[in-house]
């Protein structure tokens, strides 16, 4: 269909024995033409709808990731849409926390509230006006009515349908009633919502772009406009997607049963419907739907405060719907990045059966990709962990960044999670004289400790720390070389094994059980500091 057989005519009055205004919304003119289509004449539109009613859900990164690399495919546009009808449960601060993880994942949008476009304001809630004259078309053509039940009445209908175990559903009291002759009834409300006239005849099974053919329940009499003046999910997702042009909507399984809706609503408008993929849900080990009330996980902040990586997360979210991508040989690949994930997105490759969302898997992609970042990039994505966790200011020096580096580089190949960097870098930057020995720590120290750190305080104290060359550099205090002398002294001269000779060093130095690489550590410390943890560990004895 062409945007010129696209059926926008709105009626210039609202029907007879209705309100002129509803809820204090003015009934202003019809909204203009979209711009493309979904027939595949215009360019690919997709978007992602979040309500902000508290932490960003992870299943919105996974619908934008989704949304995102078939749209980059297409050279078409992503929009980022704000629907925040449900104002009972609106937060002011998730809408700021949504642009921040999207942005964090590398999910950018074309279009949204904070960038604006074409078919601005892209908040439903300044919206309002634009919704009202499709109502309006609505109720004069017989496809919806006002319904003025009140709250306790419509709990009290669906009570008696549980309990005589009737289908559930609005029995249409105020069907074909003026304000008038309903008022007259029992459980009557002042201000009344709009409801659909859902027929007999509703079109249950409609084509989706994942699934092929689906059948879905048949519909109640969905509210479409409610009392305050707030558009329903309903109305305001089929008006604000054909204005917007979008082409596919990408979505949850969980709204399959409401497609037969938004088809009605598009039929009744003369509208051209978008095409539909509904991605199955992210499920519990449970195979419960994964929600923020039972799960951490479903919060998409609680990955960032865990120490995972975006590109790790974003892998991990590819690879719950999609097939791992393929080598030339064939072999699966599982570690891939978006664009690779994008290049050879198919729809017929996203598998319907709603992924288990297991944190191994991610664990293991974490560990991949920290591996695989420059030591110095591994540094900065460390910063906000140690910074939060006061090991650094929140300024640091050259001197405090170089160090950091040098750590970063013993204990790059030991982390499945950045959250694991304070503890490993605290003896780094803590004053030798405050250094704390865990009492783990100190517990597995054996009789033999007082005698290795005897050793190791005379070796060590034979080793030139000056050196030669430029800027001190070429000393003798090395890793290397700490290691040659400490095995002759304590190895060689005690007698110990190996695998025991360096546990009180290793307590001594970092004042925990497990450490980076010993002789490393004590390289970057220094001689000085060095002897004077040896010293202070052996005086506790």
Avoid at 188 to 196: A, L
Wanted: hydrophobic share 40%; charged share 25%.
């Amino acid at each position: 269909m062409s945007d010129n057989s696209t059926r926008t005519d709105m009626p210039s009055s609202p029907a007879s024995d209705t309100p002129d205004t509803f809820g204090q919304v003015e009934l202003r003119t019809a909204p203009s033409e979209r711009v493309s289509t979904s027939d595949g004449s215009g360019p690919v539109r997709t978007r992602v709808a979040p309500s902000p009613t508290g932490d960003p859900h992870v299943g919105t990164a996974y619908m934008s990731l989704f949304n995102l690399a078939f749209t980059r495919q297409q050279g078409g546009q992503f929009v980022l849409r704000v629907e925040d009808t449900d104002r009972a449960r609106f937060r002011e601060d998730s809408e700021a926390q949504l642009y921040d993880m999207l942005g964090w994942l590398g999910l950018h949008w074309d279009e949204g509230p904070d960038l604006g476009g074409p078919f601005a304001p892209y908040r439903q809630s300044e919206r309002l006006d634009t919704y009202r004259p499709y109502v309006e078309r609505l109720l004069e053509e017989g496809h919806a009515y006002y319904c003025w039940c009140s709250k306790e009445r419509l709990d009290q209908m669906r009570e008696v349908q549980q309990k005589t175990k009737q289908p559930t559903g609005y029995d249409r009291l105020c069907v074909g009633k003026t304000r008038e002759e309903r008022a007259a009834l029992p459980g009557f409300s002042e201000t009344p919502v709009v409801r659909m006239l859902v027929p007999d005849d509703v079109p249950l099974v409609f084509d989706d772009v994942i699934r092929g053919k689906v059948s879905a329940p048949r519909p109640d009499d969905q509210v479409i406009l409610k009392a305050d003046g707030f558009p329903t999910y309903h109305l305001a997702v089929v008006v604000d997607d054909h204005l917007m042009g979008i082409t596919h909507v990408v979505r949850g399984e969980e709204w399959i049963s409401s497609t037969p809706k938004h088809i009605l609503l598009y039929r009744w408008l003369g509208l051209e419907a978008p095409k539909f993929a509904h991605m199955p849900l992210l499920r519990n080990t449970d195979k419960s739907k994964i929600s923020k009330r039972k799960n951490p996980a479903a919060r998409l902040t609680w990955f960032r405060e865990e120490g995972y990586l975006p590109e790790a997360l974003v892998n991990f979210l590819a690879l719950l719907a999609y097939p791992p991508q393929q080598d030339a040989e064939g072999a699966d690949v599982e570690v891939f990045t978006f664009d690779d994930f994008s290049r050879t997105f198919d729809w017929a490759k996203v598998n319907p059966i709603g992924p288990i969302f297991d944190l191994k898997k991610l664990d293991w992609l974490n560990g991949v990709y920290i591996r695989s970042l420059d030591v110095g990039e591994f540094a900065s994505r460390l910063l906000p962990y140690l910074v939060a966790d006061g090991v650094l200011g929140e300024t640091q020096s050259l001197g405090e960044l170089a160090r950091l580096k040098a750590v970063a580089e013993l204990i790059q190949t030991r982390m499945a999670h950045l959250t694991e960097a304070p503890a490993l870098v605290r003896p780094f930057f803590v004053a030798d004289d405050e250094l704390v020995i865990d009492d783990d720590a100190r517990a597995q120290l054996k009789d033999d400790a007082p005698a290795v750190l005897d050793a190791a305080l005379k070796v060590l104290g034979d080793i030139d720390d000056h050196g030669a060359g430029v800027l001190g550099t070429g000393s003798a205090w090395n890793a290397a070389g700490i290691e040659e002398a400490l095995r002759a002294a304590i190895v060689d001269g005690l007698g110990i094994k190996p695998r025991f000779a360096f546990g009180p060093l290793r307590t001594a130095v970092s004042g925990a059980r497990i450490s980076p690489p010993l002789f490393e550590s004590m390289e970057i410390l220094g001689k000085t500091s060095t002897l004077g943890r040896l010293r202070s560990l052996r005086d506790s004895l």
